[in-house]
């Protein structure tokens, strides 16, 4: 069993920066693909980004390129998500997923096998 904690939401102003953490328990962290979602109120969870564990390539999705920057420490089992330049459309929960049997980064959120409790980042205009 992994368990997945988020830090580092809040609420801030457009063009402003945050730095999303997310600590995995357990000893096999460096061979999960590890991927953020966010979820905004009424809608589908949707893909941000992932890092494979195999050799640490990555992908986004396209509104967040150049703004965001995922990556892991695995001495730390911890995966960060950079956020420069925020939107009011990036709003809302993200969550990080842990998953155990790809390292297609972009699996769909239901094939990840573990997930976080969610950290909310607000963006105002």
């Known amino acids: 069993q992994v368990q997945l904690v988020e830090s580092g939401g809040g609420l801030v102003q457009g063009g402003d920066s945050l730095r999303l953490s997310c600590v995995a328990s357990?000893?096999?962290?460096?061979?999960?693909?590890m991927g953020w979602f966010r979820q905004a109120p009424g809608k589908e969870r949707e893909f941000v980004a992932a890092?494979?564990?195999?050799?640490?390539?990555?992908d986004y999705i396209d509104s967040v390129k150049g703004r965001f920057t995922i990556s892991r420490d695995n001495a730390k089992n911890t995966v960060y998500l950079q956020m420069n330049n925020l939107m009011p459309e990036d709003t809302g929960t993200y969550y990080c997923?842990?998953?155990?049997?790809?390292?297609?980064?972009?699996?769909?959120?239901?094939?990840?096998?573990?997930w976080g409790q969610g950290t909310q980042v607000t963006v105002s205009s």
């Open positions: 997923g842990a998953n155990r049997f790809t390292d297609d980064l972009r699996a769909p959120a239901d094939e990840y096998d573990y």
């Open positions: 357990g000893r096999s962290f460096s061979s999960y693909l």
């Open positions: 890092i494979s564990w195999k050799n640490r390539g990555t």
